[in-house]
Nanobody, 121 residues
Framework: VQLQASGGGLVQPGGSLRLSCVAS????????MGWFRQAPGKDREFVAA????????NYADSVKGRFTISRDNAKNTVYLQMNSLKPEDTAVYYC???????????????WGQGTLVTVSS
């Protein structure tokens, strides 16, 4: 499975962005999906995850109430809607696919190339 993430960019604090991740195969429909991020000089961290049905989600405490993960299995796409962005959200964001929902990166088998989000005035 190949994953292609997009939607990153420069946004002011308080602004919004929507990231997209398109999968190359229809087996995406049966995969749990996650978003992770890595800020400069820091370890990669979990952001959000969604099961294959789209009815179970998990969020990092730092993004709860601001970020929303969703998916469209007909389009083989998972989204991350990011609102009320803060400078500390600045990072490269990666999407990943797994057979089960998890906040642990080692559970994920496939990774996208990452898209840079910069939150700055």
């Amino acid at each position: 499975v190949q994953l292609q993430a997009s939607g990153g960019g420069l946004v002011q604090p308080g602004g919004s962005l929507r990231l997209s991740c398109v999968a190359s195969e229809r087996t995406f429909s049966f995969s749990s999906m996650g978003w992770f991020r890595q800020a400069p000089g820091k370890d990669r961290e979990f952001v959000a995850a969604l099961n294959w049905r789209g009815d179970t989600t998990n969020y990092a405490d730092s993004v709860k109430g601001r970020f929303t993960i969703s998916r469209d299995n007909a389009k083989n796409t998972v989204y991350l809607q990011m609102n009320s962005l803060k400078p500390e959200d600045t990072a490269v964001y990666y999407c990943a696919a797994s057979r089960r929902i998890s906040n642990r990166d080692f559970v994920y088998d496939y990774w996208g190339q990452g898209t840079l989000v910069t939150v700055s005035s």
